[in-house]
């Protein structure tokens, strides 16, 4: 039971040291006992750039003349060898059989022959044709440029006859809001 008691009783001071620590302010906001806050007029801002390099991919594209060999026929094809083919093939056919197999020779014949013929005008020598066609070609390469880049505002301020300095992220104007401590000294 003692030692309940006892938690109970730290409990309690704890949280009146702590709500002796802050104290209203006129406008009723909670702060930190001591400290007040105000403002300072801006005498001087001066912004802190940097130099920074940046790489940025840049494509360059462009056309370009591509060598194109087109092989073809040596000669003009024409249907000739076909059809004397066939009718060498049909005269021979003709030789063969008698009645109407005679017939079904002179046409296999024929056909055979015209086959023979179309066969013989694909194996002359193939002729190649050279010409150019322009092809899109691309690349991507990386450019490097310096850059100013605003870091912050070095920003003097004039307080209670007294000139200070500070580094801010944003410009504050012709004041700057201050945070005042008070603490007392020891041995006085």
């Given at each position: 039971?003692?030692?309940?008691?006892?938690?109970?009783?730290?409990?309690l001071l704890v949280s009146f040291n702590l709500s002796?620590?802050?104290?209203?302010?006129?406008?009723?906001?909670?702060?930190?006992?001591?400290?007040?806050?105000?403002?300072?007029n801006v005498t001087d801002v001066q912004p802190?750039?940097?130099?920074?390099?940046?790489?940025?991919?840049?494509e360059t594209c462009w056309d370009e003349p591509v060598r194109q060999t087109v092989y073809g026929p040596g000669r003009h094809r024409s249907y000739t060898s076909t059809v004397v083919g066939g009718i060498i093939g049909g005269v021979v056919g003709?030789?063969?059989?008698?009645?109407?197999?005679?017939?079904?020779?002179?046409?296999?014949?024929?056909?055979l022959g015209a086959s023979i013929g179309r066969d013989a005008a694909y194996r002359h020598p193939v002729r190649a044709q050279t010409s150019y066609v322009n092809e899109r070609?691309?690349?991507?390469?990386?450019?490097?440029?310096?850059?100013?880049?605003?870091?912050?505002?070095?920003?003097?301020?004039?307080f209670q006859g007294r000139n200070y300095m500070t580094q801010t992220v944003n410009d504050p104007g012709k004041r700057i809001r201050?945070?005042?401590?008070?603490?007392?000294?020891a041995g006085y």
């Open positions: 039971m003692v030692t309940v008691n006892r938690i109970f009783v730290i409990a002796a620590a802050y104290a209203k302010d006129h406008r009723g906001r909670s702060e930190q006992a001591g400290v007040h806050y105000t403002y300072a802190i750039m940097r130099t920074v390099q940046v790489t940025t991919p840049r003709n030789q063969f059989g008698s009645g109407s197999g005679q017939d079904a020779m002179t046409v296999a014949g024929a056909l070609r691309c690349e991507v390469e990386e450019v490097t440029h310096e850059e100013q880049r605003l870091e912050g505002y070095r920003v003097y301020y004039k201050l945070r005042v401590q008070v603490n007392p000294v």
